[in-house]
């Protein structure tokens, strides 16, 4: 409890770094406590330590899924490692858990957005790309075409070659 008091505190403090040794401190003395490896995950959230705070919120939801923070931890993390469409089906567990909650509910909506955008980037990625792809191609078409003419114009007897062998018509 001590540990887990100082790391609150720390947290308040905005010491994020000394709030995880903390809760470190105290998950090493009861590693069963989904609480502190939830609050743990917020410090790391707050250190943008995204993997960490996914790690820690994926341990907090194994031990108590049932918790609807410890969801939101992971749902938190999972939005911000941009896996939108598994960040919206934790959020809904989490507000099966907690009806209502507004919190809850405008991250959800959030992850729903994020997911529209990410669509929507990919969709002007693969454009992009295609238009390139094509470019391309008439390039390599427009290239190709001149070397033939290069060619069939270097193989071409030309008007004057006639007078060299003495053909006077």
Same mark, same amino acid.
């Given at each position: 409890?001590?540990?887990?008091?100082?790391?609150?505190?720390k947290f308040k403090e905005r010491d994020y770094e000394g709030a995880v040794q903390a809760f470190s401190e105290a998950i090493a003395l009861d590693p069963s406590n989904a609480v502190l490896y939830s609050n743990r995950s917020g410090a790391y959230l707050a250190m943008s330590h995204i993997?960490?705070?996914?790690?820690?919120?994926?341990?907090?939801?194994?031990?108590d899924p049932q918790?609807?923070?410890?969801?939101?931890?992971?749902?938190?993390?999972?939005h911000a490692l941009t896996r939108y469409i598994t960040a919206q089906a934790t959020w809904r567990k989490a507000l099966q858990l907690d009806p209502g909650n507004e919190a809850y509910e405008k991250a959800l909506q959030a992850a729903k957005d994020g997911e529209a955008l990410q669509t929507k980037?990919?969709?002007?990625?693969e454009k992009r790309k295609e238009r390139e792809a094509e470019e391309k191609r008439?390039?390599?078409a427009a290239d190709?075409?001149?070397?033939?003419?290069?060619?069939?114009?270097? #193989? +071409?007897?030309? @008007? =004057? /070659?006639? #007078? +060299?062998?003495? @053909? =006077? /018509?």
């Open positions: 409890l001590e540990y887990k008091n100082r790391g609150n505190a993997s960490k705070a996914f790690k820690d919120a994926e341990e907090a939801v194994r031990l918790w609807p923070k410890a969801l939101a931890r992971r749902a938190t993390a999972e980037e990919r969709i002007e990625d008439r390039r390599d190709e075409a001149k070397r033939l003419a290069d060619a069939a114009a270097a #193989a +071409a007897p030309d @008007d =004057d /070659d006639d #007078a +060299a062998y003495g @053909d =006077d /018509d």
